[in-house]
């Protein structure tokens, strides 16, 4: 019994010593003196390196910050735990047919990744890689449990990804400046922002970074390669699967976002006239309950999939967006971009109809109104939707609607046009 209690006092002693050895190999000092105490990790192929996780870049946006454009988050002293993932934005996933709620409003974190020191030279920062996660700017997170740094790492790079407002709290627009919308996009703006301030703590070159992203995360990446808040930020771009150009990432129709806020103030009993009222009631509304009338916005089944989009916004200081890409030059690709896409991925869109029987039904009985709505092309007048419904079926439908579960490449190729 003894000689296990001196056994347990040494093991105790040397994990203390080997805890206190590693905390300083841990730590970071960014420029305002506050410390982040991050933690050990190890990728695929057993390179060491170094993970500091939900750092704060900007206030809660929760009460008054609400359906407002990030606030940078204060500077601070002392030692910070950086260890662990950070909730997820608020949100429902339409993908999965999800009813319950998953993450908190308290949610603008993200994580940093970096190789061990001795990889880290102090004259030569490494190149920065920033990911955006997709998820229709409705679902999803940064999180290391979704987008882990254990493959990446095996390279001399410094990884960053990070979390943003979703749905509605990340997209409700009343296309006035009480409310103008993009709050999402601007939440990437300010992950940025932080990059180039605080990387080079972590031994990374603020003058190298590049923006990657995969659907939503790859469309947001456009929108901040045609943006000017977000000029300067990023040197290059990796758009992956997605563009601005694209009818389901194209910005909402004009009138769309206002009546839509209208709707959800109806369903929370903050309908008004006056839309700073009416703003400001919603913002009273617990977290919880505003983003549990997220599924009363689907028209058809889960469809639009996509029903918080960004938004052109009333042209003002801190407009992210204020022309529509489609209707503007194009302003600032001249970065270096690599893309690509990948085959079948319509079924996102095609999977859910064809494989349910009342589903497919359905769509084939009504498949010009379904169709001009899951591509988003319903705001046209009924003359220009039919016409555009036929050219869709001259190109991909030559042999008619006999698509099912066993015979469905070309519907799967028009849903991939979504």
């Not at 009460?63 to 950086?82: H, I, M, T």
């Not at 290391?144 to 749905?167: M, T």
């Not at 031994?203 to 000017?228: D, L």
């Not at 771009?237 to 150009?245: L, N, W």
Request: hydrophobic share 35%.
């Amino acid at each position: 019994m003894v000689f296990n209690r001196a056994i347990i006092v040494l093991l105790l002693f040397y994990f203390s010593l080997s805890e206190s050895f590693t905390s300083e190999s841990l730590k970071v000092k960014l420029d305002h003196g506050g410390v982040l105490v991050g933690r050990h990790y190890v990728t695929i192929n057993g390179r060491h390196m170094r993970a500091f996780m939900g750092i704060p870049y900007a206030k809660p946006p929760v009460g008054d910050l609400r359906f407002r454009s990030p606030v940078a988050f204060p500077e601070w002293k002392g030692e910070r735990l950086a260890i662990k993932d950070s909730p997820e934005c608020l949100h429902i996933c339409p993908f999965i047919r999800a009813t319950e709620l998953e993450g908190q409003e308290d949610c603008l974190y993200l994580n940093v990744y970096t190789p061990p020191l001795e990889f880290i030279e102090k004259n030569k920062p490494l190149p920065v890689m920033v990911y955006i996660h997709g998820g229709g700017w409705e679902s999803g997170t940064g999180g290391d449990h979704y987008y882990g740094p254990q493959h990446i790492l095996d390279r001399n790079v410094i990884l960053v990804s990070g979390n943003y407002r979703l749905g509605p709290l990340g997209f409700l627009s009343t296309e006035t400046t009480e409310c103008p919308g993009n709050f999402g996009l601007k939440d990437q703006v300010e992950v940025l922002k932080w990059v180039q301030k605080n990387i080079a703590s972590f031994g990374g070159n603020p003058k190298s970074v590049t923006i990657f992203g995969e659907s939503a995360g790859s469309a947001s990446i456009t929108y901040h390669m045609n943006s000017e808040k977000s000029k300067g930020l990023f040197h290059r771009a990796i758009p992956q699967s997605g563009f601005f150009f694209n009818p389901w990432a194209q910005p909402a129709h004009k009138g769309e976002p206002a009546k839509k806020a209208v709707k959800l103030g109806k369903l929370l009993n903050c309908e008004n006239k006056n839309t700073k009222a009416m703003i400001d009631c919603l913002r009273k509304v617990p977290a919880q309950k505003l983003m549990s009338k997220f599924n009363d916005f689907f028209q058809w089944e889960n469809q639009p999939m996509i029903p918080f989009p960004p938004v052109v916004e009333p042209e003002h200081a801190e407009a992210f967006l204020y022309e529509h890409p489609r209707e503007t030059t194009l302003k600032s690709l001249n970065i270096p971009i690599m893309t690509g896409i990948t085959t079948g991925e319509g079924l996102l869109t095609s999977a859910p109809i064809i494989t349910c029987e009342k589903m497919l039904a359905s769509f084939k009985k009504d498949k010009n109104k379904l169709l001009a709505m899951v591509l988003n092309y319903d705001h046209w007048d009924i003359v220009k939707q039919n016409e555009i419904t036929q050219k869709l079926e001259e190109f991909y439908l030559k042999d008619g609607h006999n698509y099912d579960k066993l015979h469905h490449q070309n519907f799967t190729d028009v849903s991939f046009f979504f």
